[in-house]
């Protein structure tokens, strides 16, 4: 018990270092530039300011109405997006000159300790999560909106999607072949990270005297700090406005924007849609997603449960048959995927700061773990054993990115859809960056003309099984902070950054997801590591309890 209040400051030295570290390197930065400033040359060009671009995209003739309003937002948003980068997004040095983003650090080795601080619970109870979810110790008497398997499917439909389809193709043009194998080891890591904050969302969620329930880690952060240390509470509060804030605008980026992007990306692709009918595509996906918000958790659950199993099965045998297809390649395709995870043409540097820095970045994305949201959904499932729940949520991990994810990799790499057709070679410079949806679609080519068609549906779907289970995490940080008043208007913004998306750029829309989507966990994992001993102690109670059989299947 003596390591916890030292590691507790170690964290504490974290976070300051994260809210203010910015401001002092930036200020170095201006004083660099200002005492090399006299070294320029007066007749170099200069990067055009924002008023002059401003000014360029109006003063355009040759623009359409359309292209001046969508290239307007493209470059409010991305400068807005830059600015952000400096502070959310700090990074520290880790050797070979190479930096990591501070928050993305601490999703690493939080995967780490939580592993180690359970014994390895992801291997342990990984049988028992599948009793689970097939409903084997599910009771209806029992608190809370839906069923075990119904949380999942909406945990699911927020993780299952774009981010196996576009974020994994986007990791492989970015990073090669190795992010994969990096995106294996977050992953692996991460199903710990996500029992201990889903376990901890049951613990503390709020039943209201509807019957509804308000929970995740905005709650448990401030209620379980306090429970738990009484003079820290103050601490809790901030760590629980802090996600809630970060949690909302993740909503308006990764489970949104991101989401209407690449939908309109690939339907562009695949039935020539104009890109000034960017807008257009957006409206109509705002439109959807309203209709669907408004029934709240029980109607995303019912919509979620039915869709998510779907479009999995569907997504799943065709990158199936495209393996099965070329078979005799798999081995040498993980081999690779093996092989370049440690290795790399630019060397160390070249490892740090690209493979594994994407991978990790793309399986964050993908799975989510220790980000905190998938406890905002599973804080809503029907059982009064918090462990149990814990244990349920854990498999998202597994199914998101151990499974679907190499399934899409495996896919690409057969296909060679990763490479430059002019050249063979990947992707790369600004190319790659803004690789994503489409090299999955030509990976789905070589089956038929057709089947990227099909694809494309199956990304409508996913996108938009996403964006409404996003709406309810963005609800329930909004309903903490502001309380149920400012649910209504959250909802009129989100359906409005649903039309945004297809208008910005992919690198904008990935940057702005992932700070949002990162910057959750900051808090999140400093406030669990806090209350790691509430879980400790009644996981190993509820373990003793199943294998004693006290605890037997209905």
Known sequence: MTFRPILTILWLLLWILFCFAPLSSQAEEMAAEQSGASAVETTESQEPTFGDQWSAVWDNPDLATANKWQSAVNLLFGTVVGYLLAVLFYAV?????????????????????????FGFINVRMFRHSIEVIRGKFDRPEDEGEVSHFQALTSALSATVGLGNIAGVAAAIAMGGPGSIFWMWMIAFFGM????????????????????????????????????????????????????????VFAAFGGGNMFQSNQTFKIMSDQFGIADDKAWLVGLIMAALVGLVIIGGIRRIGEVTSKLVPAMCAFYCLVCLSIIFTNFSEVGTMLSSIVTDAFTHKAGAGGLLGIVILNGAKRAAFSNEAGLGSAAIAHAAAKTDEPIREGIVAMIGPFIDTILVCTMTALTILITKSNLDPATGLPFVGDVSNEKGVELTAAAFATLGDWVPKLLCIAVVIFAYSTMISWSYYGERAIEYLFGERGIKPYRCVYVLFVTIGPMVSLSSVIDFSDMMLFSMGFPNILGMTLLSGVVGKHARDYIKRLKSGEMKPV
Request: proline residues 7%.
């Open 93 to 117: 040095p880790v050797g070979f000159g190479v930096k990591f983003p501070v928050v993305l650090l601490v999703l690493i080795f939080g995967g780490f300790f939580f592993t180690l601080r």
């Open 192 to 247: 710990s990270l996500k029992f201990t904050s889903c376990s901890l969302a049951q613990y503390y969620r709020r039943i209201k005297p509807d019957g509804s329930v308000l929970g995740g880690p905005m709650v448990y952060l401030e209620e379980g700090i306090k429970d738990r240390y009484p003079s820290l509470a103050p601490l809790g509060k901030v760590f629980g406005v802090a996600f809630a804030i970060f949690t």
